[in-house]
């Protein structure tokens, strides 16, 4: 048996409802439709009156969820796209991610964001916005990159007591497939080496740790080994292992599909030279989209994004350093 990325979503939802009776899904179209990309197909009759669909307003959702985890809830809520998030902004960033520091009272809410970009779907569904919510003191952000990761680390998201926001590729839900769903997991908060090489660094995230895995096999027939980071999370972000990584590689790429200006790869890039100038053989580079909203058409798109086209092009600049 073969699980896609989006059924492993599905699964760990199922079995967070099946465990633990605090849990509760909201969000529009999550019921009898299913979600949007069916993310909950059959949870409504499953577990009845607790998958409920929401009215179309996500400042509202985001409200209810809070009220529901200060009553003792453990909601997951579902964003249709992770664009529309931002009409819940302030409630997401005001008050649940300050919700504990004002009152002691945990905010156990999981927000599922659907992000990324899918060819043809243009700049009101295809945003990444984990900078913005990595950003606020009091949110852990999640990326995963992997089936495995999707299941595992979402089923730690409606554990923890901190408010999540969940960062689930839509590229991802039906091109990665896994054998099986995992018995452990590596916590969130700790990344993990998705390739072992010696002569450059490239920390990557989500969707962006694959088209970096294509890389370091393309540039395995050059003679370079080129080591890949998987951040996994990138609130908290896990700069030991990247200084580790760069200390045996002494060069970094940092490749992200969201846009240039600030962000996680700003932030990596940060770190390194702050805390590991001296680690360092070559100046630290950073891919990321291009500096607009994402285009609609498919060879537009194709071309905003960092590709292994493109991170090739950066990481053989680098090599030349």
């Known amino acids: 048996m073969s699980l896609t990325y989006l059924e492993a ?7 967070a409802l099946r465990d633990d009776p605090r849990v509760i899904i909201y969000g529009q179209d999550v019921g009898a439709f299913g979600g949007a990309f069916k993310a909950t197909k059959n949870l409504a009759g499953e577990f009845p009156g607790r998958v409920m ?3 179309i307003s996500e400042d509202a959702i985001v409200g209810a969820a809070i009220g529901a985890a200060i009553e003792g809830m453990r909601p997951i809520v579902e964003m249709q796209f992770a664009d529309f998030s931002t009409v819940g902004f302030n409630q997401i960033v005001n008050q649940a991610a300050t919700l504990f520091w004002r009152t002691q009272v945990p905010c156990p809410i999981t927000v599922r964001l659907p992000f990324g970009g899918t060819s043809g779907s243009g700049p009101f569904h295809s945003q990444s916005l984990e900078t913005i919510y990595a950003h606020y003191p009091g949110l852990v952000v999640m990326t995963p990159a992997t089936v495995e990761d999707a299941y595992s680390m979402l ?8 408010p999540v926001i969940f960062c689930e590729h ?3 839900y039906y091109h990665l497939k896994a054998d099986k769903l995992p018995t452990e997991a590596v916590p969130t908060g700790k990344a993990r080496i998705a390739r072992a090489g010696r002569d450059l660094t490239i920390v990557a995230y989500s969707a ?4 970096a895995l294509a890389v370091a096999e393309e540039l395995k027939t050059e003679g370079h080994e080129i080591e890949v980071v998987d951040l996994r999370s990138v609130k908290p972000l896990d700069t030991d292992t990247v200084m580790a990584s760069v200390a045996r590689t002494g060069r970094l790429l940092c490749v992200g599909e969201s846009w240039p200006w600030g962000g996680v790869t700003a932030e990596v890039v940060a770190r390194v030279a702050t805390e590991g100038f001296a680690l360092l053989d070559a100046p630290p580079m950073r891919l990321n989209a291009k500096d607009t909203p994402v285009p609609y058409h498919p060879n537009l798109w194709a071309a905003h994004r960092p590709t292994a086209r493109s991170i090739a092009a950066a990481a053989r600049k680098l090599l030349r350093q």
């Open 9 to 15: 979503i599905r699964e760990a939802q199922a079995r």
């Open 53 to 55: 669909d929401a009215p």
């Open 155 to 162: 089923l730690e998201a409606v554990a923890i007591d901190d």
């Open 170 to 172: 839509k590229y991802l």
């Open 208 to 211: 962006m740790v694959h088209e």
